[in-house]
């Protein structure tokens, strides 16, 4: 629960810095985001599916094999990253247009976009430490 929350309150101190940058600058990061949410979407699925492998692997007292479980979990969620890195950054502006951005807005949002994906399949494996301590 702390770590959701703080989550939370990591993204209200983004806002909070990208809007001293003006408020083109915080459009430009909530639509690239929504963008970035569907791509994402396959973290959550291969985290709630590794909870019950994990979670059964600890359950039998095999510490081999949930720190097998959790080794694939990461490697898993960070090719995954790689590949919603490899469909999102060339659809950046495409989706930008799609969504009807204002140019300076598209512009900004794209800048964020191009680290935002790279960053991506770190960001996946990031969020194992829920997956694994969930599932322990």
């Not at 300076?104 to 960053?119: I, P, R």
Request: hydrophobic content about 55%.
């Amino acid at each position: 629960m702390v770590g959701f929350a703080m989550t939370t309150v990591c993204a209200v101190i983004d806002v909070y810095f990208v809007g001293l940058l003006g408020s083109d600058a915080v459009a430009g990061m909530t639509l690239l985001m929504a963008f970035a949410g569907i791509l994402s979407t396959t973290n959550s699925v291969v985290g709630g599916g590794s909870v019950a492998v994990i979670s059964r692997r600890h359950g039998e007292n095999d510490g081999p094999g949930t720190a097998h479980a959790i080794k694939q979990t990461v490697l898993l969620k960070f090719w995954l990253g790689v590949l919603s890195c490899a469909i999102g950054l060339p659809l950046i502006r495409v989706a930008l247009g799609w969504m009807n951005a204002e140019p300076a807005a598209a512009a900004l949002g794209g800048q964020f976009g191009v680290w935002f994906f790279l960053a991506m399949p770190f960001w996946f494996c990031s969020w194992t430490i829920f997956t694994a301590l969930r599932g322990i």
